[in-house]
């Protein structure tokens, strides 16, 4: 499908002027005339579009998710202290902006609040009409669940923007927290689900759909009332791991295959996020790295995940938070054009995804939304550097293995650059503010002690 908006296609011209003549053009003698190739520059003008049955809007299959921007300091601003680096945003919206990514999705909540003003001012110097700006009504906080709080916060996100429509909007996080009870809290009592359908019937919204975590029994009872709402588009958290194991991994979420069948059976366009779950598809055990490349020797293991999310038909756009230009760049080779499993291609995900499942990971995506904590804990740092040894085979368990003594020194010693001294597990009081904000229902200060008591035994031995 071509872009929506062909008059506003990137020529290869102008491609080279928005991105410096002198730096691309090397790079373009190298890859081929069409200007990609598996290790190089991804291909211009060949994004794969989906179309919005709702409006007739061809979205790019690569959604450009706001949550992970870019910081001075090269990491992502979604860390505590870190600001945006707004120049470094320019240039990775500008770029997929010119392969033909039109989908950026945002919130109030990301970056410490600092995304949506981040991406009105990257957005604004692109014509209106090249993109669509989906953003969030991330009232989370009981202080925000007013009309007048929730609609303050509406209304803000169209300053930030600097637009005067949302092509996309979300009730955020529906089934977060106590379920249905919050759900009735956060929209339906102070009468802020009527009013977004009154903005949309106005066309300040061209778009109203929902984002589900947590209880499947909110999902279930706004398809029930589709009727009703008429969605336009839903926001799931779909993987080759989430497919059939997001249940296993946790008892409070839902496997991604029903909530695609029930989508699709409603007719009702997916957008699907966490389809890297928080990273961990790309930082798979050695095993599994192995596995993928030795069929697709040219790929990341990454962008079998991104494969997997864009193959299924009722997608309309899939999400990547993207902090580095390789990340973007990655990204678009898998899209530019996508290439769909084959019926043999998901069957071994799906191997792959049962074999992952013997490691016993923690189930954190890094969203954050636990922070900050008021004693300074960092939590997502502590369960991925877990995990990261988990998923490596390094995990220092048996004091009869031969590698036991190195593997506790490095597991150690990589903690405590991951984590500083005090912001380790070590100073959880087990308050539990943090877990009713876990989209994926972690018992977080358990987990946290659990952490903490293997870094006291492996201290214990350290010489």
Known sequence: MQSPHPEK????????????????????????????????????GRMTYRTNPASGDAVSLLGFGMMRLPSASGRSAREAGDEIDQESVNRLVDYAIAHGVNYFDTSPAYCRGLSERSTGIALSRHPRRSYFLATKLSNFAPSTWSREASEAMYRNSFRELQTDRLDYLLLH????????????ERYMKNGMLDFLLKEREAGHI?????????????????????GKYKWDFAQIQMNYLDWRYAKQINPRNTNAEYLYGELEKHGIPAVVMEPLLGGRLSKVPDNIVARLKQREPERSTASWAFRFAGSKPGVLTVLSGMTLMEHLQDNLRTYCPLKPLSGEEFA?????????????????????????????????????????????????EDAQNPRYRAARRAYLVGYDRSVPKLRQASHCIGCGQCSPHCPQRIDIPAQLHRVDRLVETLKRGMP
């Open 348 to 396: 071994f995900l799906q191997e792959t995804a049962s074999l992952m499942m013997q490691y016993d990971t923690i189930p954190c995506n890094d969203c954050k939304y636990c922070m900050p904590c008021p004693y300074g804990v960092d939590i997502p740092a502590i369960l991925l550097h877990y995990n990261k040894c988990l998923n490596e085979g390094s995990l220092p």
């Open 9 to 44: 296609e990137y020529s290869r011209r102008g491609f080279l002027k928005l991105m410096g003549a002198a730096g691309v053009v090397s790079g373009l003698a190298a890859c081929g005339k069409d200007g990609g190739s598996a290790a190089g520059e991804p291909s211009l």
């Open 173 to 184: 996080g529906v089934g977060m927290g106590d379920g249905m009870a919050e759900f009735e």
């Open 206 to 226: 061209r778009h109203l759909g929902f984002s589900y975590h947590g209880d499947v029994k909110v999902f279930d009872w706004l398809l029930s009332r589709h």
